[in-house]
C-alpha cells in the first residue's frame, strides 16, 4: 500500500500497461468486469450494473469455497476515463465498509490508477487491512493487469504485486545479489542451495530447491535484461543437477520455460511496490499452457511465501544498518 494522506485511509496505486480507455472500460462495462473483479478464485454474477452518480451496482461474489457475498455497490461521482467515487462493502443486510475514490491518467499509453480507500477511524482502518490480506483482496488488481494483457495482446499471464517498507535500492539489491537471493526465494518452508551463481546480463543461476516436505528439486535462470533499481527479466526452467531442463515432477505437462519479468516502483520514502510478470516463454502446447493457467491460484502461494521471507530479510537488514 502506499502512504495515504489521513491515518483512516488506505492507498494502493498501479500502473497498467494499457491506454486509460481499456482500463476504464474493464472497470465499468459489465462484459468486462466479470472476467477479473474480486480475489483470484472468486467469481461475480452481476443482475444490474448502473454507472453513474447515484446509480448502484448490484452483483453477487462468489468464493471458491462456495460460499456467496451479495453486493451493493452505490456511485457518486462517475467522471469518464479519469474518476469514480463509490460505496463499497454493502448489501441488504450492511451498509457500506468504505468509500473509494479512484481515478485514472494516462502516460506514454500507461494508465496510473491511484486508489483510496476512506473508512470511519484509524481503528476501522486496521481492520479492513486484515480482511483485505485475509480475502487476498489486492489480487484482484493483478487480475485486471491479466485481463488488460489478454484484451490487448491475447497473452496469458500471472501478475503479482507487493509493497515493501524498504527502500528501492535494497529490494533490487536483494534479487541481484546471489548470497541474498538464495535466503528467500522460494515457497514458505523451502531452502535454496547455489551451484552455480553469475546474476548478470548474459549471466545464469543453477540451483537446488529443498520444498518443506523434503523433496528436491533443480532450477535454472538465465538473465537478459537488470536495469539498476527499475527491472529484473530472466527466463526459468526447472532442470536436472547438471542443468539439463527437464518437466517437474508435480507437473509433467508443465511449460519447458517461464519468462520472469520483475519492476520496482518507489511508493514513499522507504517504501517500495515490487510487480511481478510471469509468462510462458518460447514454444509450448496447448497442453502446457493450459497447465500454467490453471497453476495461477498456487503461483499466488508460492510468491506470497517468497515475499513474506524477502519482506523479513529486508526488514532485518533496514533495521541492522
Known sequence: MA????????????????????????????????N?????????????????????????MHGPDGVDYPNITTYHEVVENSK?????????????????????????????????????SAEARVEIEKIIKAANGNSTWDRLGEYLEEQQHRSDVFIINRSFKASQSLLFKLWIEPEHFAKWMGPTGSSMELIHAEIKEGGYLHYAMRSADGTQMYGKASYQTISPNDLIIYSQSFCDENGNIIKPPFA????????TTVRFYPEGPDETRITLQWQVHGAATDVEKQTFHDAK???????????DK?????ESLSSSN
Open 252 to 259: 509433467p505437462t508443465w511449460p519447458d520455460a517461464m519468462l
Open 84 to 120: 469514480l467515487v463509490y460505496d463499497h462493502g454493502a448489501n441488504e443486510e450492511q451498509e457500506a465498509l468504505f468509500r473509494v475514490t479512484v481515478t485514472f491518467s494516462e502516460e506514454n499509453n500507461k494508465t496510473l490508477m491511484d486508489m483510496t480507500m476512506r473508512v470511519a
Open 3 to 34: 502512504k495515504a494522506e489521513h491515518d483512516n485511509e488506505l492507498r494502493l496505486l498501479r500502473v497498467f500497461d494499457a491506454p486509460v480507455k481499456l482500463v476504464w472500460q474493464a472497470w465499468t462495462d459489465e462484459k468486462h468486469v466479470g
Open 310 to 314: 524477502l519482506a523479513d530479510l529486508a
Open 297 to 307: 491460484p498456487g503461483m499466488t502461494g508460492g510468491w506470497t511465501g517468497s515475499f
Open 36 to 60: 477479473w473483479w474480486g480475489p483470484r478464485g472468486f467469481t461475480i454474477t452481476t443482475k444490474s450494473k448502473d454507472v453513474r452518480p447515484c446509480g448502484q451496482w448490484i452483483y453477487t
